[in-house]
């Protein structure tokens, strides 16, 4: 089983549609979780981070936290074409300085 | 320049060269981090560098050596590669360390082929 897993892909969906990326991890000492973006031959960029329980709220992105469950996921509201990319989750154990990543999700958002 | 540079950003080199990669931070970070990115393989975390220690991943072959001389630059030196290390090479910092929240930013990455 891997540490991190991510909903296998490719996920398509169309303009303006609410796009749900999931991840679940193994670590139950992991604290802190990241969501990337990363477009096809270049490097990934920090789009979202919880810590809390619950949801955290940035302009058309929600991430939604359940440490009980194990599960991280991030949804996109009105998706656009720009969005299209691969999203990396990753976790982090602050205990154990151990940083770990999916495999990540590739979403194409069609017009 | 802001952000995290990397040089150069592309490199080609022979199984028995020996090259540097560098990185370089303008963000008044404490932690610096090598990755590296196979083709449809997840980002594998080589090297830690934080003001309290170091931290590597014991899997990283010894042909890859990292220096750390200051919080703003990072090194990763190589000799006798080989071709499976071919792959994209990441640099990344965060302002926390390790005990940090560890938020990181990305360099554009170098890429790296192994002949």
């Known amino acids: 089983q891997k540490e991190v897993e991510q909903n296998s892909g490719p996920l398509s969906v169309p303009e303006g549609a609410i796009a749900s990326l999931n991840c679940t991890y193994s670590d139950r000492g992991s604290q802190s979780f990241f969501w990337y973006r990363q477009y096809s031959g270049k490097s990934p960029e920090l789009i979202m981070f919880i810590y809390s329980n619950g949801d955290k709220e940035d302009g058309r992105f929600t991430a939604q936290l359940n440490k009980a469950s194990q599960y991280v996921s991030l949804l996109i509201r009105d998706s656009q074409p720009s969005d299209s990319a691969t999203y990396l989750c990753?976790?982090?154990?602050?205990?154990?300085?151990?940083?770990?990543f999916g495999d990540g999700t590739t979403l194409t958002v069609k017009p | 320049e802001t952000g995290v540079t990397q040089t150069p950003r592309h490199l080609v080199m022979g199984m028995t060269n020996k090259k540097s990669l560098k990185c370089e931070q303008h963000l008044g970070h404490n932690a610096m981090y090598w990755y590296k990115q196979s083709a449809k393989k997840p980002l594998e975390l080589m090297f830690v560098y934080s003001l309290e220690e170091r931290v590597e991943n014991n899997s990283v072959p010894s042909r890859f050596s990292p220096e750390c001389p200051n919080s703003s630059h990072l090194f990763l030196h190589l000799h006798t590669l080989q071709p499976e290390d071919s792959a994209l090479y990441l640099c990344?910092?965060?302002?926390?360390?390790?005990?940090?929240?560890?938020?990181?930013?990305f360099g554009p990455g170098t890429r790296l082929t192994v002949l």
């Open positions: 990753a976790v982090y154990n602050t205990n154990a300085g151990k940083s770990t």
């Open positions: 990344a910092s965060s302002r926390g360390g390790l005990a940090g929240s560890n938020e990181q930013f």
